[in-house]
């Protein structure tokens, strides 16, 4: 049989492959400690000498399992999990930046990853230069520097909207000795894979669409393998020379295309314990499995919301990659030609005043600080996700202060207008 599988295929399928008399179901391994026989045998794993589980913090069957879907839907050699989107992306950094190194991130980024990067990280030594992500080529190099050891942008920023131009990101990383790192969490592998284009790392926020009921919180980070990390041992140093807390294993030399995910697993979740918990990685695969069927759906029932938003009266703006009249429309049909996402950004007439007053008269839409889930939702950024910057640092965010983020759910697409018709008329 043809493999690897279709997208579909892997969402049914791939992860956990019971053996003669095993669970069909993926199991939840809901343990802290796995039993040996020999002590002999535990050394070899605390020695990275063999593969095996002797304690959840670093790795656990169900997460491991669920990871390997998640791998194989972006077409990676490797992934893990995390226990929040925010940690994914915290330890795709950390995980070859150290006190003194810098980051090239796009401007547009979700607000609490440009907190984390700009501000947090910053207090570890890690400095950054903010670029605008529709920046030209040359004006995107200039913002590299000698101590430069990644960069990091969204596929589709959350809640700009703004479509990444993968190729250009990545031909200015490589130019520059150094790995893109691509936030997928609202296109999904569904609907892009970074990896094709250029991209070395994808991380998501597994609690959007992948889970998609709102149940857990998670993360996942995937490397591709193509970057080569030996070809620049001064670049990065912690995967090419030896790691003296494990003996002195130089990840690159043992472990080939997956070093980069087992220095993140044994050495950053070692050490930090951001771990995605069994039960959440169970729940998480129950999401996966119908995410090839919800996407399409968010992406019709979102089209048909924002060509309404469109055509109304009080709306100054729609802005949605999948609508004709949208800046990113071209890019879109390049990097994700069957639809980009479920969540809309538009403003009003009335401006800053009159989206918090739309947001409370809603009735089917629930305001809520999450996003891309089954349900409708909307958030009003400037007064919520991102109240800690001023109007100035929103715009250079790509969120107007007047901007409504709507995530738009698996409803009947009808009676979602029909809430905003309802609600419009009363402002």
């Given amino acids: 049989m043809k493999k690897p599988y279709r997208k579909e295929t892997i969402c049914i399928q791939s992860g956990w492959k019971p053996k003669n008399g095993e669970p069909r179901v993926l199991p939840i391994y809901q343990s802290t400690t796995f039993k040996y026989e020999s002590s002999e045998q535990m050394g070899r794993l605390f020695d990275l000498e063999e593969e095996g589980y002797f304690y959840t913090r670093l790795q656990n069957p169900t997460n491991d399992c669920v990871a390997q879907k998640i791998c194989e839907l972006e077409g990676g050699v490797a992934a893990m999990l995390t226990s929040s989107g925010q940690a994914a992306n915290h330890y795709a950094v950390f995980n070859i930046c150290e006190a003194g190194d810098h980051v090239v991130l796009s401007s547009t980024v979700y607000g609490g990853t440009f ?109 591709s393998g193509n970057f080569d990390w030996s070809l620049y041992p001064d670049k990065f140093p912690g995967l090419c020379t030896p790691d003296e807390s494990y003996h002195g294993i130089i990840y690159t030399e043992k472990f080939g295309k997956k070093a980069y995910i087992t220095k993140a697993t044994s050495q950053l979740m070692r050490d930090l314990g951001s771990i995605q918990s069994p039960m959440n990685a169970f729940l998480l695969n129950i999401g996966l499995e119908t995410l090839h069927l919800r996407m399409p759906r968010h992406c019709e029932n979102a089209l048909k919301v924002a060509q309404y938003l469109e055509n109304h009266e009080k709306v100054a703006w729609v802005n949605y990659p999948g609508l004709k009249s949208s800046k990113y429309y071209e890019l879109a049909q390049k990097y994700m030609p069957n639809g980009t996402c479920g969540v809309i950004s538009f403003g009003l007439k009335g401006g800053r005043s009159a989206a918090e007053g739309l947001m409370d008269k809603l009735e089917l839409a629930a305001i809520v600080t999450h996003v891309a889930d089954a349900r409708t939702c909307v958030l009003h950024p400037a007064s919520h996700t991102h109240r800690q910057m001023n109007d100035e640092q929103l715009r250079e965010a790509g969120v107007n202060p007047e901007l409504i983020r709507f995530s738009v759910g698996l409803e009947n697409a009808e009676d979602i207008i029909a809430d905003l018709e309802q609600a419009l008329a009363q402002i």
């Fill in 115 to 223: 907190n984390l990067i700009v501000n947090t990280m910053k207090k570890m030594g890690i400095s950054c230069s903010v670029v605008d992500p529709d920046s030209d080529y040359d004006t995107l190099c200039a913002a590299f520097q000698e101590n430069t050891k990644c960069v990091l942008a969204e596929t589709i920023a959350n809640p700009a909207l703004v479509v990444l131009d993968i190729e250009k990101f990545a031909k200015a990383a490589h130019a520059h000795q150094v790995p893109l790192i691509v936030d997928n969490t609202f296109a999904t592998p569904i609907n892009c894979n970074p990896f094709k284009w250029g991209a070395d790392i994808v991380t998501h926020s597994t609690t959007k669409y992948m889970d998609g009921h709102a149940m857990c919180v998670g993360g996942a980070i995937v490397d």
